[in-house]
């Protein structure tokens, strides 16, 4: 009996979903208090990308040369279903595993980073800018921005750049330049530097540097989380999934996922959402960076050099100093406010869960079923316990769809903690 | 245009292909000066796998229970048509390249290991033992076991255990029971352990001790290279090839790859070769073990500690002490006797191309496609750009099928070394 539903490259969805229209109140506008964010960003985001932030078209067609672009990174990708995790738990359970790790890039995020820099492409400049954390962003900004012919400045934090050497050297065979933060690259990067503390870098330093780069060099920068526009190119993932479950007469009664800035999830979810009320929604983050269960829903900034205008959302403070947890990609602070919204509405149901817990389940699920997820994405496995017992409590059956975000492959070094 | 040929789970071929009876005269049998190596390999090979290896049946069929193993660790695998690198050498051929990269264990190793470990298991043993050398073939077993509900005993050259954590890890993740060799969970390893000279290990011993751990624990021994029984297995590969191709109407002028052992190429290219007559077949090696190129073709012994019967084959000894290349899977001294006949005749032409070459093409590779190959699977990359040159002068249009045997996810450690 097979376990994986393909798709076609000609069968992929034409459109993204944008969830704005559909959302159970407006979404509350950005907070700008000193007028300079919005200039800001006016001149460094592209114009289209822009454009798609404030949009309230709900289906936004994907021009074709995206779409050649996501045939060239792996899409469609497929759903596996988990049998044998399923038989782990002894329990009425289907789950299907939507494969975002099977792109080039080994996660979700090449999907925004490729329409970026096409966008990008398109208003003539060849020079793209960003900033990455523990590398994964920065890989997808690499990899789109070589795709698209463009060249790739990517500043990253001082002491993951020297810690992460496996990411760096593939952004480097990617094509990009990639440079440990802060650097003599910029004006606040050579001021910065002036100060010992700063050594190690941030990505509030690191988003500085991008946006300041990008200005100065007739560049555009490219973002990797939280804004309207990035879940909107991530949802190709959920447009995907949703044509795969319909086309097999497969419907979900969980759709689950794990939020960093809230894009993953939300590229996987909201397509369903429109048409899917009786499903339930649960996500999940870190218990070390508690923002699902103790965010608070409020103005805040959603980078913490406090350069970008402020966004209503659960957040646990963009001062909030995350501790050294593995999953790299969980350790921001705050929710993207429409994923906040339709949580503050009771629509997604969150969930955090502890490290030692979560490691335990990707070593379970490498080991059934061959195959590692990334820290990051094994946050969501503890969710599917959660449901194997209460479908067996309940002795009906629940079927299970679920985001899983990236491979682990790069995260073997994070993972070799449990054998130490 | 889509780039991708697909090939659905109930599509997959149900046959391996055996090559024995069609070769151009009978292959030469294993030598057993001593009489005692083959009593050995009886007692620790499946009975399954033994009887294989002597096989004159030109077509095997897949058990049901292997084909489902195949789905599980992701077959079929797609082939991508590498567009932008084609672009590249602004010659008249398309590239078509066999993503055995694609399974969960990330080689084309895992298409014998799940087989040998399944004619294991039906013996009603529950161990499974091997070496590894650089850890790709333990990773394959490792899953390979679990997903057998077997364990696995996997004996890793000390030097490699110590410097390739990512890949040991791995093994662990999957419930592999990795040791460094030599260990004290033999009576050869605590002897060698004795003399500090041994303490790095080697192949040799770590087979040895494989073997002893197989026969004093009822285990069975599972073996990842050369012999005529893995190679079966691994003609998946080309079986699926040549379906996707000839669905498509695409008669590949070219079939090349790389050879460490040897399975991988003749997994791809031996499915071809007996209706295939017009295909030139190329299989690159390594300039710094030089065995394709400067191999002698005789009566050799295929491990480095000659406990396995010799068999004829091109080699440059193995005695033969390689460098220290990043290509550990090409360090092997010999040619599989099959692929070495072929060579011989004339049919398959060999080709050794050094590290700094492949590592340029490796970076070029993975810039223009996104994807980055194993440093082994690189040393194919060359002998396209012969191809691409011929095609120009001779003004005609080639096609060539590549065997992409492995992603090089775990090897960025190596590739770094171009950037320091």
Redesign the interface.
């Known amino acids: ?4 539903i ?1 798709l ?3 069968e992929m969805p034409d459109y993204w979903y944008n969830i704005l229209p559909d959302l159970p109140e407006p979404l509350p506008q950005p907070m700008d208090t000193t007028g300079k964010a919005i200039q800001v960003l006016k001149s460094v985001f592209p114009a289209k990308v822009l454009e798609h932030e404030f949009s309230t078209e709900q289906m936004i067609r994907i021009p074709d040369d995206i779409r ?1 672009l996501y ?3 792996g899409r469609p990708t497929p759903i596996i279903r988990a049998k ?1 995790f399923e038989s782990y738990f002894n329990a009425p359970i289907e789950i299907y595993m939507k494969m975002e790790g ?1 792109t ?3 996660s979700h995020k090449i999907n925004s980073a490729l329409a970026q820099a096409y966008y990008s492409k398109i208003e003539g400049v060849d020079l793209v800018t960003t900033e990455t954390g523990a590398g994964q962003w920065g890989i997808a900004v690499a ?1 789109a921005s ?2 698209n012919n463009l060249n790739s400045k990517i500043f990253m934090a001082g002491a993951s750049y020297y810690q992460k ?6 952004m ?4 990009g330049d990639v440079n440990p933060s802060p650097s003599a690259l910029t004006n606040i990067g050579k001021e910065l530097m002036k100060d010992e503390k700063n050594k190690n870098g941030s990505l509030g330093i690191a988003i500085s540097e991008a946006v300041e780069y990008a200005l100065e060099h007739n560049g555009r920068y490219n973002v990797g989380s939280v804004v309207n526009a990035d879940i909107l190119y991530k949802t190709i993932a959920g447009q995907e999934a949703r044509k795969q479950l319909e086309i097999n007469g497969i419907e979900p009664n969980y759709i689950i996922g794990v939020v960093g800035g809230g894009s993953n999830y939300s590229g996987l979810a909201f397509p369903f959402y429109r048409d899917y009320k009786d499903a339930k929604y649960i996500a999940a983050g870190s218990y070390e960076v508690p923002k699902m269960t103790k965010g608070e829903y409020k103005y805040d900034y959603p980078d913490t050099g406090k350069i970008l205008p402020q966004v209503k959302m659960y957040s646990i403070g963009s001062d909030f100093i995350p501790p050294p947890i593995y999953a790299g990609g969980l350790r921001y602070h705050g929710v993207a406010p429409s994923l906040s919204l339709l949580m503050k509405h009771g629509v997604v149901e969150p969930r955090d869960y502890d490290q030692d817990t979560v490691f335990k389940y ?2 379970l699920y ?7 997820p990334a820290p990051e994405t094994a946050h969501a496995l503890p969710i599917i316990s959660e449901i194997a017992k209460a479908a067996k409590e309940e002795g009906k059956r629940k079927v299970i769809l679920m985001s899983f975000s990236g491979h682990g ?2 995260d ?2 994070s ?2 903690s ?2 130490s």
Not at 165 to 170: A, D, N, P, Q, S
Not at 366 to 372: I, K, N
């Open positions: 009996m097979t376990n994986r393909d076609k490259q000609d050649e045939f060239q990174v044998r099977y080039f890039a080994g990899m070589s795709l050497t496996y990411r760096v050297t593939l480097k065979m990617l094509g990707a070593e490498t080991r059934l079923e061959g195959y590692v492959l790069l073997l070094g993972y070799s449990m054998y």
